[in-house]
């Protein structure tokens, strides 16, 4: 799996949400709405989701494997900071 493209849009607004984000996989596949976020110990990327009937949150999309999760998130983390740079 080749990350192709990766887009962010800024968030202007206050708030723990800084950036959304879209990544292109391999010129044949886009993901959208994965969002960049504040936490205590930094930032770090949530993936689309949708909220259940039971409340709860439950991603659209997400990564199998860590690995892939942290190659995504060092990648989309990457471009947010040469964006605001």
Do not use: C, W
Not at 11 to 22: D, L, N, P, T
Not at 30 to 41: N, S, Y
Request: glycine residues 4%; without cysteine.
């Amino acid at each position: 799996m080749n990350i192709t493209d990766v887009r962010i849009r800024k968030i202007e607004k206050e708030g723990k949400m800084k950036a959304v984000a879209s990544i292109t996989i391999d010129d044949e596949f886009v993901v959208h709405d994965i969002k960049v976020i504040e936490g205590e110990k930094g930032l770090f990327i949530a993936m689309p989701s949708r909220k259940a009937t039971d409340g709860e949150y439950k991603d659209i999309a997400h990564p199998i494997r860590s690995d892939t999760r942290e190659k995504l998130q060092d990648l989309i983390l990457e471009h947010y900071h040469n964006e605001i740079d």
